[in-house]
């Protein structure tokens, strides 16, 4: 008896040990469940049932093999599964007993087997990511499905190619390399040597453009030769190119729908650039006097709008003529002066002759009347002229709130874009894949742009100061001396009338007083008015032709060897962070041959090729490569840094798609383009390590874990806000601020200009008016002090000799 139970218990032991668990928790099992991690509610999708219900394979041997189940196996029941993405297994666990036909094996349902019996842990194999990469590679999954096919081709007479491989160009550095590469393709593509033609080379890492022609005697490629190309490139063709031209990525030009137009080939050309003529000399003056230098001999001036001792000296000549008669009529009032002294006092001591300076002749009471009538009269233009400064005041002084209120606007505008520049580039600077590998600190460009700021602050500040001084000068002080002028003109006209001699004789001494200031104040009004015409002349100049200005040199921009390397440091992070994300979608997606890619937006071209004299590319006509190659021809550029290559290198803009048709995707859409791409799995587990279940997962279904998707479309965003700048900064170094300084103030410089004309009249008006009023008040004052005297038909009572 005794025996036979031992027999049974050793039968139950082999028997026990011939049932233990043989499976492995893998990844071709736990991929089933993949379609639960997408469902957000709390019932199953079908998809998620049918994935817990179905039998998996595995590739053994190059032979698939049926294995357990996830759930069949007992995987739900270690604990270092689970551990993986607990959040994502507690939904399984929700979702499993509601799929009919599902037997739950889980500690929830209290149905796993025992620890000798539990599944093995085959993610414990990986013991790095790339080993997680290998296993899936290994499985051996399927190609994703091509896209569909496209209509027959049209025929056309070129087609363009592009090509990437993934080595240096120096592989392709010579003319013999090259003609060999393009002879090769052509073979490839099923072509004749001559009918591959590389255009264009570029970094990156290394770029081709290239050009498909009609074999020789043909005048264009089929619709069936376009159809082998696309066919021959078709990943599904299996293109490749010898081992030293590295890994291959090349697509066509997608052709138009039939009987479309086929798309134009880009045109390409030699970078050309505005030529400096030399300054154009200013135009006649506002008020139409000649310019002349009074301290070259009255020569005439030629030159432009330069803050020179010349251009200030034909200012001083626009003044000469008022200050000149200014200084005309002190002099004669002081003759005059002199004259009667000495008269008297020759009078009073030798001969009673002299007393006769300034007695009038014989005259009538007809002719003191016309004297008077004549005084009044030019107290009356003299009026008009006070009344043409007051009308003017309003305009003139709105013009200058105008023109000063454009100036406070575009240094508020400056401060404004310095501050999102710098505050982006910092923050851009922060994120690993936007760095600029080797090119300094981000400062250096913060500290470059704040810099060119404050130049361009300085200057329209300065230009502010000069108007306002100018306008304070010749508008404010000028006013409250017409108005002035205005009281002593109405004085003297009711003094002259009511024949007020004495009060006379006080009033033209005041009356010479402002005789000479009125001319004095029309000679600056005169430099003034020249002087603001003239800026407005030089902003309209500045604004047709900065390179031929005058004001270039007034104004300094950044330099052009500073402003290329600011340009070139911002787009080089862009393409520096799509280049990143790219590879992050090269890592996880790249076994899908139809996966699209983040354009990269800028190319990296030597400056030597972009510059070139005799190398066509489609980059010519863009404003960057202007301005960078008007700088590099001028030997602006020398000591531009170089890469570690010995290559200076530069960015002009791409078209998109680059730089292959699959490499179109734009940053700012990275989130929205590439959705499809987020895998519901993380890379890391909660304590951080590495989850070799979620990796595997979305290696399998070839999806970026959304860990590091979230991440590169937080780089996406982040290299958006840096293109967004790109144009702000360019703006900034080619001084666009200051051309849109002075389109705002060219306007109201205008009507400033027009206003100091309208004073300008006004005053010359008042100045003219108050000489003639001087020389006839000094004939009706010497009248009416020798009326009995000298008029022949007097009053026997005096008449008017008595009035004071």
């Known amino acids: ?93 929700l979702f499993a007993p509601q799929c009919a036909g599902l037997t739950v094996v889980s500690p929830t349902a209290k149905t796993c087997p025992t620890a000798a019996n539990l599944p093995r842990n085959g993610f414990e194999d990986y013991k790095s990511q790339a080993e997680v990469k290998a296993a899936v590679e290994a499985m051996g999954n399927p190609t994703p499905p091509a896209p569909p096919a496209a209509a027959g081709s049209n025929a056309t007479k070129a087609v363009e190619m592009d090509l990437m491989l993934s080595v240096d160009p120096s592989v392709i550095g010579s003319d013999t390399e090259r003609k060999a590469l393009e002879d090769l393709l052509a073979a490839r593509l099923g072509l004749k040597a001559g009918q591959v033609r590389i255009k264009l080379v570029s970094k990156g890492s290394t770029i081709m453009k290239l050009e498909i022609t009609p074999e020789a005697g043909q005048t264009e490629l089929t619709g069936a030769q376009v159809d082998m190309i696309s066919n021959n490139l078709a990943p599904s063709a299996g293109f490749t190119l010898p081992g030293k031209y590295g890994t291959v990525k090349a697509t066509v030009a997608p052709q138009p729908a039939p009987g479309a137009a086929p798309a134009p080939i880009q045109p390409s050309g030699i970078v050309t650039f505005p030529v400096k003529s030399p300054p154009s000399a200013l135009p006649a003056t506002l008020l139409g006097l000649p310019r002349v230098n009074p301290l070259d001999g009255g020569a005439e001036y030629e030159g432009g709008f330069t803050i020179s001792n010349d251009y200030f000296a034909s200012l001083l000549g626009q003044g000469v003529p008022g200050v000149a008669v200014g200084i005309i009529m002190l002099v004669a009032m002081v003759l005059m002066i002199v004259v009667y002294i000495v008269s008297t006092i020759c009078g009073a001591t030798l001969c009673k002759c002299c007393n006769g300076a300034y007695k009038p002749r014989k005259f009538s009471k007809r002719d003191l009347l016309i004297n008077k009538g004549i005084m009044v009269g030019f107290c009356v233009l003299a009026a008009v002229g006070c009344f043409i400064v007051f009308g003017v005041t309003n305009p003139l002084l709105e013009s200058t709130k105008d023109l000063t209120a454009g100036m406070a606007d575009t240094v508020s505008e400056l401060t404004v874009t310095v501050t999102k520049i710098a505050d982006t580039l910092v923050t851009a600077s922060q994120d690993a894949k936007l760095k600029s590998l080797g090119e300094g600190d981000i400062k250096d460009i913060t500290d470059g742009l704040k810099e060119a700021a404050e130049t361009v602050d300085i200057a329209v500040q300065k230009a502010q100061t000069d108007i306002e ?68 002349v030089a902003m309209k100049g500045y604004l047709n032709d900065r390179y031929s200005s005058e004001l270039s040199t007034l104004i300094p921009c950044l330099d052009a060897k500073a402003a290329v390397e600011t340009m070139n440091r911002a787009r080089s992070m862009v393409r520096s962070g799509v280049s990143g994300v790219n590879d992050e ?124 998707f979230d991440d590169a479309a937080k780089t996406a965003r982040t290299a958006q806000s840096v293109i967004d700048i790109v144009p702000d900064v360019e703006n900034l170094i080619q001084c666009g601020l200051v051309a849109n300084a002075f ?14 004309a309208t004073l300008w009249t006004g005053f010359l008006l008042i100045a003219i008016s108050y000489l003639c009023l001087w020389i006839s008040s000094i004939v009706v004052v010497s009248r009416l002090r020798f009326y009995n005297e000298f008029c022949t038909d007097a009053d026997a009572a005096g008449g008017e000799t008595n009035k004071v």
């Open 469 to 536: 001084s100018a306008i304070d000068q010749g508008g404010g002080y000028a006013i409250i001396a017409a108005g002035v002028m205005f009281g002593i003109t109405f004085i003297i006209a009711v003094a002259g009338v009511i024949g007020f001699y004495r009060a006379l004789i006080f009033l033209i001494v005041l009356l010479s007083i402002f005789l000479i200031l009125g001319w004095i104040v029309w000679g600056a009004l005169t430099i003034t008015a020249t002087f603001v015409d003239d800026l407005c």
């Open 1 to 93: 008896m005794r025996a036979t139970c031992i027999a049974l218990a050793l039968g139950l032991l082999v028997a026990a040990a011939s049932a233990a668990n043989t499976d492995t928790c893998g990844i071709e099992a736990a991929v089933e469940l993949f379609p639960c991690a997408a469902v957000n509610g709390t019932e199953p999708s079908k998809e998620c049932c049918a994935g817990l219900l179905a039998t998996p394979t595995k590739k053994v041997g190059g032979v698939y093999t049926t294995i357990t189940s996830f759930n069949n196996a007992g995987c739900f029941c270690l604990p270092k599964i689970t551990s993986y993405d607990k959040a994502y297994f507690d939904k399984v666990m």
């Open 743 to 756: 389109n705002k103030m060219v306007g109201p410089c205008d009507d400033m200009a027009a206003a100091l």
């Open 585 to 708: 979608l090269e890592e996880y997606a790249g076994g899908n041959p139809y996966l699209s890619y983040l354009c990269y937006l800028y190319v990296k071209m030597d400056i030597k090729d972009l510059c070139s004299k005799d190398k066509p590319h489609p980059f010519y006509m863009q404003d960057y490569s202007k301005f960078v190659c008007e700088a590099y021809s001028l030997g602006k550029l020398n000591g531009l840094k170089a890469e570690s290559d010995g290559v200076t290198y530069v960015y002009p803009d791409a078209f998109c798609p680059y730089p292959t048709r699959y490499y179109s995707v734009l940053v700012g859409d990275f989130a929205t383009g590439l959705k499809a791409l987020r895998c519901p799995f993380s890379s890391k587990t909660e304590s951080g390590e590495t989850n070799e279940f979620g990796l595997a997962q979305c290696y399998v279904k070839k999806q970026i874990p959304y860990d590091i």
